[in-house]
């Protein structure tokens, strides 16, 4: 199993101009909550990683590390 590379989370928000509080909000939950997931002190729930990849048109396999391609797969 491969760890989710948290750094990306945090990565992700800065290069789309979001704070912690903005995307705690999309999310449905505290900044603090948010805030654990980017550090790697609490674990990500898998449908609000879905969400983070839909926010920031990334695929999931680039947020937990798998690939270093961003880009969503191509719908069908």
């Given at each position: 199993m ?34 654990r ?9 898998i ?8 926010l920031y ?12 391609i ?7």
């Amino acid at each position: 199993m491969h760890i989710l590379h948290f750094q990306r989370l945090e990565d992700l928000r800065i290069d789309h101009d979001k704070t912690q509080s903005e995307v705690a909000d999309y999310l449905g939950c505290q900044r603090e909550v948010y805030r654990r997931y980017e550090k790697g002190t609490r674990q990500i729930p898998i449908d609000l990683l879905m969400k983070l990849s839909t926010l920031y048109e990334v695929n999931l396999d680039y947020m937990v590390g798998l690939t270093d391609i961003k880009r969503p797969y191509p719908r069908k």
